[in-house]
C-alpha cells in the first residue's frame, strides 16, 4: 500500500514536470522531423537513401533523448523529496524505507518505459511511412536504449542520496562516456582488431562495471549504406563484402543472452544499493 | 507511550554531541514540552523518536516497540520543523498520498482528508504546494499530522518563520488538539507557546536535559518559565557583547 501510494503520486508529480513535457515535446518534433526530411533535404531520391537517413536520425536523437528523459526522472524522483524536506513528513508516516524506495524505482522505470513506448512507436511509424523495413532492429535498439537509459537513472537516483542532483548527473554522464568507449574497445576485442594485455584489460573492465546493451542498429546502418554506395558498383572499393567485414568489425554488435543476464544482475545490485543508501539516510 | 534512555547523537565522527545523554519519559493524556534555545538538540530528539535518525547510543522506545516500526508510527502525528510536501501536489492529493501511507481505506481517506483540511482552513485550496506560503504549509503539515486520529502528536516548532496571526492561528489549532485529549509533545523554543500549551516541560541546552518537571514545580513563585529558561541558558552560554568596529563612532 505505502509504496503503491508513493509510486502513484511520484507519477502524478513526475507528469506535470515541465522539463519532462519538453524533453518529450522536442524528441517527438525532431523525430516527425527525421520522417519529413528525406522529403525535403535534396539527394534522397532511394527509398534506401531515405530510409539510411532515418534511422541514421532515430538512432541519433531518439538514444540522446531516451537518455535524457532517463537523466531527468533520476535527477527529480527522490532528490526533490530529499531536496524540499518532504521526505521528513513522508518517511515519518508508517511506510518502510523499502517501500519508498521500491515505489520510487517504480514510478521511474514505468515513466522511462512509458517515454520509450512513445519514441518506438512514433520512429516505427516514421519508418513505416517510408517504406518500412527494419522493424526487428528498431525494436532492439529502443529495448536496448531503454535498458541503458534506466540503469544510468538508478546511478543518477543513487547518486542524489548523497549529492547535489546535477553534481550526479555528471558524474553518471562521464560514467555513461566511459562506457561507450569501452563498448567500442570491446567490440574490437572480439574481432582481434585489439589483442595482448590491453584486450585483457578491456575484457576485465568489460566484464566488472555494467555496460551497455547494444543492438544491431548501427550494424544494419553500415550494410544498408554499403548497399545503396555500390548499387552501381564500387569502382573505389574492388572488395566491397570484404570492406563491409572490416567495417563491421569496428562496430559492436547486438548483446547477447549473457549481457542480457549480466544487464539484469547488475539493475537488482543497483537497486538494493539505493535502498540501502535510502535505508541509511537520516533526515 | 514514548520512552528515551540515555540518548546520544552525534551526526559526524568530528561534530559536538546533538545529544548527550538525554532521558524522558511521555506519558498518555500529557502535553509535554521540549525547550531550549536554537541548536540545543530538540529536533534531534524528536527525529529520533519518529525514527528519522539514529541514536548513536541509547534507546528509544516508542509504544513499546522502536521508532522503525511502521505500526508504532502509525499511532503517531508528526508535523515536522519548516515542514515542506511534494511541490507539485496539491492539498488535497498530499492529503490522500498520506492517507495512503497511513493505511486509511478510500472513504475515510476521502473524508478525514476533507475534513482535516476544512479544519487547517485549507479548504477549497486548489493551488500547488510549490505556490503555497510558509503558512499554508504549516497548516498541511498540521491537517496532516491529524489525519490517521494519532493517540500522540509531535509538533516541531510548528509557529517559526510565521506572522503573529499565523502563530496565533496554529497556536489555537494545538490548543484545540490538547482539549480533545491528545497527547502532545511540543518542541519549541518560543516560551509562550509552551507555557501555554504544555503542562510538563524539559528545558534542553547543548543536549542535555538541565531541567525537567512540571511547570508549576519547575518555575518557583515570583519567578517567570522565561527567567528559570533564561538563567538556565545563560549559566551555560554568555552572551557576546558587540563587535569593537560595531562600538566605534562614526
Same mark, same amino acid.
Given at each position: ?30 523525430? *516527425?522531423?527525421? %520522417? ?62 523499502? %517501500? ?68 550526479? *548527473? ?98 537488482? *545490485? ?14 | ?50 525514527? +528519522? &535518525?539514529?541514536? &548513536? ?30 511541490? /507539485? ?8 498520498? /498520506? ?9 475515510? =481517506? ?19 504546494? =510549490? ?15 491529524? +489525519? ?6 509531535? /509538533? ?26 491528545? &497527547?502532545?509533545? +511540543? ?64
Amino acid at each position: 500500500m505505502g509504496a503503491y501510494a508513493v509510486a502513484r503520486y511520484t507519477l502524478l508529480e513526475l507528469g506535470r514536470r515541465r522539463l519532462l513535457q519538453v524533453l518529450i515535446g522536442v524528441a517527438i518534433l525532431l523525430t *516527425a522531423g527525421i %520522417g519529413i526530411a528525406p522529403y525535403v533535404l535534396p539527394g534522397f531520391r532511394s527509398a534506401d537513401d531515405r530510409t539510411i537517413l532515418i534511422l541514421v536520425g532515430i538512432s541519433r536523437i531518439d538514444g540522446v533523448a531516451i537518455e535524457l528523459c532517463a537523466f531527468a526522472v533520476g535527477m527529480v524522483v527522490i532528490n526533490h523529496d530529499l531536496d524540499s524536506g518532504a521526505i521528513v513528513a513522508i518517511l515519518a508516516k508508517p511506510i518502510t524505507r523499502l %517501500g519508498y524506495a521500491a515505489g520510487k524505482v517504480t514510478s521511474a522505470l514505468f515513466i522511462v518505459v512509458l517515454i520509450d513506448a512513445v519514441f518506438t512507436a512514433g520512429s516505427m511509424l516514421v519508418v513505416l511511412l517510408n517504406g518500412g523495413g527494419h522493424m526487428d532492429v528498431m525494436f532492439w535498439f529502443f529495448a536496448a536504449s531503454s535498458a541503458n537509459a534506466l540503469l544510468l537513472m538508478v546511478l543518477v537516483m543513487i547518486l542524489t542520496v548523497y549529492l547535489n542532483n546535477v553534481i550526479g *548527473a555528471a558524474i553518471v554522464v562521464a560514467f555513461s562516456f566511459v562506457q561507450n568507449q569501452v563498448s567500442d574497445l570491446h567490440a574490437m576485442v572480439q574481432s582481434n582488431l585489439i589483442t595482448g594485455t590491453f584486450a585483457g584489460i578491456v575484457s576485465t573492465v568489460w566484464w566488472t562495471v555494467p555496460h551497455q546493451l547494444l543492438s544491431n542498429l548501427q550494424r544494419d546502418i553500415a550494410t544498408t549504406s554499403l548497399k545503396v554506395n555500390c548499387m552501381q558498383g564500387c569502382p573505389a572499393l574492388p572488395n566491397p563484402q570484404q570492406y563491409l567485414a572490416q567495417e563491421l568489425a569496428r562496430i559492436p554488435g547486438a548483446s547477447g543472452e549473457g549481457d542480457i543476464v549480466y544487464w539484469l544482475a547488475y539493475f537488482v *545490485a543497483l537497486c538494493a544499493i539505493l535502498y540501502l543508501a535510502l535505508r541509511r539516510k537520516q533526515v | 507511550m514514548v520512552e528515551v534512555k540515555e540518548l546520544r547523537k552525534r551526526y559526524r565522527s568530528h561534530d559536538p554531541l546533538a545529544v548527550d545523554g538525554l532521558s524522558l519519559a511521555l506519558e498518555r493524556g500529557q502535553a509535554f514540552g521540549l525547550l531550549g534555545p536554537n541548536g540545543a538538540g530538540k529536533s534531534t530528539v524528536v527525529k529520533s523518536i519518529v525514527g +528519522l &535518525t539514529r541514536p &548513536t547510543s541509547g534507546e528509544v522506545r516508542l509504544f513499546g516497540s522502536t521508532p522503525g516500526d511502521a505500526a508504532a508510527r502509525a499511532r503517531v502525528g508528526f508535523a515536522p520543523e519548516d515542514p515542506d510536501f511534494p511541490k /507539485f501536489l496539491r492539498a488535497d492529493e498530499v492529503m490522500d498520498y /498520506f492517507g495512503r501511507l497511513q493505511g486509511l481505506a478510500s472513504e475515510e =481517506r476521502r473524508q478525514r482528508g476533507a475534513e482535516a483540511l476544512e479544519w487547517a482552513g485549507l479548504a477549497g485550496e486548489r493551488r500547488q504546494v =510549490r505556490r503555497f506560503s510558509k503558512g499554508m504549509k504549516q497548516r498541511l503539515a498540521l491537517a496532516q499530522a491529524i +489525519l490517521g486520529r494519532p493517540a500522540l502528536l509531535i /509538533f516541531d516548532e510548528p509557529t517559526a518563520d510565521l506572522d503573529p496571526v499565523g502563530r496565533r492561528d496554529v497556536r489555537d489549532m494545538i490548543s484545540q488538539l490538547k482539549a480533545a485529549g491528545t &497527547t502532545i509533545l +511540543l518542541n519549541s523554543h518560543l516560551l509562550s507557546e509552551v507555557e501555554r500549551v504544555c503542562d510538563t516541560v524539559a528545558i534542553l541546552v547543548r543536549g542535555r536535559v538541565r531541567a525537567v518537571g512540571p511547570v508549576q514545580e519547575l518555575v518557583p513563585e515570583g519567578k517567570t518559565l522565561e527567567q528559570v529558561f533564561m538563567e538556565l541558558v545563560e549559566a551555560t552560554s554568555a552572551a557576546p557583547g558587540l563587535p569593537g568596529f560595531m562600538k566605534e563612532k562614526s
